[in-house]
């Protein structure tokens, strides 16, 4: 696996964007992920956004964090916003959410954020299982979906 930095309106960051929404709409039946994202909030130094390719250099996995500090949607100071983790679905099961998860916390480190957050929701059990399992604990919601009772918020020190 070959991971890039690249912009989050970069041509495969938007078609596996894309793909991501179309999942979450699946399951939640919403339409996907209203939370307003804008590709400067990716930019170095305050957030990365990351692509995995595959030996045929096809993407096949993507993540994103973005600087975060205090505000009325429940952040902290020092917070990078974990966004848009996915895999796609012939290549799930290969620890590749777990590489690319690894690959922003380092960056987000590297960066002087103080602890990496996240909120998923209970229609996705495996990636509840990923957090969980990379040392995510339940943490005060926050962001968007912060009111909605299917909503789960994590977060890991850095």
């Keep these: 696996m070959n991971i890039r ?3 989050f309106d970069h041509p495969d960051a938007v078609k596996l964007n894309d793909e991501v929404q179309a999942e979450y709409h699946l399951r939640y039946g919403d339409g996907g992920d209203a939370t307003t994202l804008d590709a ?55 620890g590749l959410a777990r590489r690319m ?13 103080l602890r990496m957050v996240l909120e998923t929701g209970t229609k996705q059990p495996e990636a509840i299982a990923l957090y969980t399992s990379s040392g995510y604990e339940p943490c005060t919601k926050f962001g968007y ?4 009772e299917e909503s789960r918020c994590f977060a890991k020190a850095l």
């Design 40 to 94: 400067a909030d990716f930019a170095p130094p305050r957030g990365v956004y990351l692509i995995a390719y595959d030996e045929h250099d096809r993407p096949v996995a993507t993540g994103g964090w973005r600087s975060q500090n205090r505000n009325d949607e429940g952040n902290e100071n020092g917070d990078a916003e974990l966004k848009r983790m996915y895999v796609i679905s012939d290549m799930r099961g290969r």
């Design 101 to 113: 998860l690894t690959a922003l916390e380092e960056d987000a480190r590297a960066a002087g954020r």
């Design 145 to 148: 979906y912060r009111h909605y």
């Design 5 to 7: 930095r690249v912009r």
